[in-house]
């Protein structure tokens, strides 16, 4: 199950940079086509890439800052197959990468729906402020 979560949060990760290289580069681009296949091309590769494997090296001196010790506890598994020193305890009333995923979750979510409630609250105003008129 773990590893299932963990190439669904790989997939959104990926997802999330193309959508924003969409956004920010070629939203208002006049080349149509080319948009039209990277749309159709982003998904395919979102769900292509968590399936590569890229070997990081690095040396005895860049393996003991506290960014990559808590990369590698986090897409190692548990702590004891790394040998890294990990700051967060699993136990009662701790914060674990579990519970950190489903705050971040739950987060995104509240606001998605939030952002939802708002644009129909927007519609139904403007149907209340624009009466229909019937045309023969």
Do not use: C
Not at 47 to 64: A, G, R, S
Not at 108 to 131: E, K
């Amino acid at each position: 199950m773990r590893a299932v979560s963990l190439y669904l949060f790989q997939v959104i990760i990926a997802s999330g940079l193309l959508y924003g290289y969409y956004h920010f580069f070629l939203r208002n681009n006049r080349f149509h086509q080319y948009n039209r296949f990277y749309l159709l091309l982003v998904p395919v590769i979102s769900l292509v890439v968590p399936f590569l494997n890229i070997p990081l090296y690095f040396t005895t001196t860049e393996k003991d800052s506290f960014v990559l010790r808590a990369i590698f506890s986090f897409s190692s598994g548990p702590a004891e197959s790394t040998g890294a020193p990990v700051a967060i305890i699993d136990g009662p009333g701790r914060l674990t990468w579990q519970t950190i995923f489903y705050l971040v979750y739950t987060s995104v979510v509240v606001v998605i729906l939030m952002r939802i409630l708002f644009s129909l609250a927007a519609v139904r105003r403007m149907i209340r402020s624009n009466p229909a008129t019937k045309i023969g």
